[in-house]
């Protein structure tokens, strides 16, 4: 071209062509260099995106960076924790009942001892009270829950291995209470707008997603006969959420500074309040007369207790689901369904209720709170009473109802939020110049905890019934049973999420915190402007 066609090209052209066909000895390094400053300059671009995010979402992360936790934590606990003490330590059903039934008690009363004394603090600012319990609570709480799988006695007649029992778990309740009443106050305390609050329950279900997908990896190694490779999983678990703990607080403490600045205040003797305040178990002149006080005022909520009584169903429901997958799995799921279905099934019944939350915001968000729970809980109902009809032969049918009840218990994502409206119609209610949030928060679970401890008990009693004792490492004892162990878990299956989400909706029905009288609290609560 260059040779027989000069007049048809300028000299800028006639030097690109020369330079293809001959390119200079540093041309390759000059394009490296190129293709190295883009890929520089992509990377920085991807760096002012992600600092620009960060910087826009601070909160959210920081609140987020707890759900991460907690996720990877109670996955672990519940999926394995009843599990250890029953296949590996063979703990005998007689002192698995009696320290839960201590547990139970323990797990009532600690969380309004916590609260009030969370709120009971000298310190001028919530998140001065808040922030230390999350930061330093919480990887302690990491540290303490491996103790979990270390026997101390895989004699389950013998006394130590109910100590270890006792001890572990009153350990591990007591951290979890103590760093989550702080993390679910933290939530009414942080914002008053409803769509600010999902937001960060939104964040916060998306990390602990990602956590409890992690720890469900666990579900894989679980060996009763060889658990180091469960406890290398589950201590790299623990470590992450301990950071991530550590982090949560960092984060928060320098996302609102400027809110943790704002002082409330001076407390004031509760021993004679103002006749148009509410009483307040945080303030100095806190005494018994004081809190009982409080416990009249907030009874007089009647959403409070409609609220209670729907969490302490959900409680026994998601307790008894957790806790007990993998004898769902042994006695009902690998007997009835052919492995491929099976296989499929337990996928989707460990991995698809991590994206509840996330999948359910956009009802929430679309058709308001109360509409979603109303709708989870009358198709909870559906999936049940079609699963009781079709019978266990119909394991196409009942399969997906399994994990259609495993993703509609996800709603329970959505409590926290629901508390936080109940917490705000008290502070409405009685005029409260103070955060009591934690002492709310530890009132009802006074209430509701206790179901942590029936589900386990409830399902150990049914293990029982069908002949599977603690030494039992076969079927062998499930054909001595009154019952078929296979149909007696699928009725179990079906009549719990039936009768529970039946007195669910009877009690929703019930709940009048929502449309305008829920905005006219709000609005009220921005007029008064009250500190965090």
């Not at 000059?30 to 979402?57: D, G, P």
């Not at 109902?381 to 079609?386: L, S």
């Not at 709310?440 to 029982?464: C, E, M, N, R, T």
Request: charged share 20%; aromatic share 12%; glycine share 6%.
């Amino acid at each position: 071209i260059i040779t027989n066609c000069p007049e048809h090209t300028t000299k800028e052209e006639q030097s690109k062509i020369e330079t293809t066909i001959n390119p200079p000895p540093n041309y390759k390094k000059k394009k490296k260099t190129e293709k190295t400053k883009k890929k520089k300059k992509k990377m920085q671009q991807l760096e002012v995106k992600a600092r620009r995010f960060y910087a826009q979402n601070r909160r959210e992360i920081g609140y987020g960076l707890g759900g991460l936790a907690t996720g990877a934590l109670t996955t672990l606990q519940s999926l394995f924790g009843v599990a250890y003490f029953i296949d590996v330590v063979h703990l005998s059903p007689r002192y698995f009942v009696i320290v839960h039934t201590a547990y139970g008690i323990w797990n009532a009363v600690n969380d309004p001892v916590f609260g009030f004394m969370l709120d009971n603090s000298d310190k001028p600012g919530v998140l001065t009270r808040r922030l230390p319990v999350l930061k330093y609570g919480g990887p302690l709480w990491c540290l303490t829950f491996m103790l979990t799988f270390y026997g101390w006695s895989f004699d389950g007649e013998a006394l130590l291995a109910a100590a270890h029992f006792f001890f572990t778990l009153f350990l591990y309740d007591g951290f979890l209470t103590y760093v989550l009443i702080v993390k679910c106050a933290l939530l009414a305390d942080l914002c008053v707008e409803s769509k600010e609050r999902t937001r960060l329950n939104k964040f916060s279900a998306w990390l602990s997603m990602c956590g409890s997908g992690v720890a469900a990896l666990a579900y894989y190694l679980w060996d009763p006969s060889n658990l180091e490779p469960f406890r290398r999983m589950a201590w790299c678990v623990c470590a992450m959420a301990a950071l991530a703990w550590w982090l949560s607080a960092s984060v928060l403490s320098t996302s609102i500074t400027h809110v943790n600045s704002r002082t409330e205040p001076p407390r004031k003797p509760i021993a004679s309040p103002p006749d148009h305040a509410g009483s307040d178990p945080s303030g100095n002149g806190s005494s018994l007369s004081a809190i009982l006080k409080f416990v009249r005022e907030i009874s007089a909520v009647r959403n409070f207790w409609l609220y209670t009584f729907m969490n302490f169903i959900m409680n026994f429901e998601v307790g008894l689901s957790a806790s007990f997958f993998i004898y769902f799995d042994k006695l009902l799921l690998q007997q009835a369904m052919p492995p491929w279905w099976r296989s499929v099934v337990v996928m989707f019944s460990l991995y698809l209720p991590f994206l509840g939350v996330q999948l359910l915001t956009p009802i929430c968000d679309k058709y308001s709170l109360y509409s979603m729970i109303h709708m989870c809980t009358l198709l909870k109902i559906g999936v049940a009473a079609c699963m009781l009809m079709g019978g266990k032969t119909a394991y196409i049918l009942w399969g997906m109802g399994l994990v259609v009840q495993k993703f509609l218990l996800q709603s329970w994502g959505f409590y926290d939020l629901i508390m936080a409206d109940v917490i705000d119609e008290d502070k409405a209610k009685y005029k409260r110049t103070v955060s009591v949030s934690t002492s709310i928060h530890g009132l009802q679970a006074f209430i509701v905890k206790p179901a942590q401890s029936l589900a386990p008990i409830f399902g150990l009693l049914v293990l029982q019934h069908i002949g599977l004792t603690s030494d039992s490492d076969s079927d062998s004892d499930s054909d001595n049973a009154t019952f078929e162990p296979s149909t007696v878990i699928f009725n179990l299956l079906c009549l719990v999420p039936l009768l529970g989400g039946f007195a669910q909706f009877l009690l929703w029905r019930k709940f009048d915190l929502r449309g305008a009288k829920l905005m006219g609290i709000k609005d009220e609560l921005k007029k008064t402007k009250n500190p965090v």
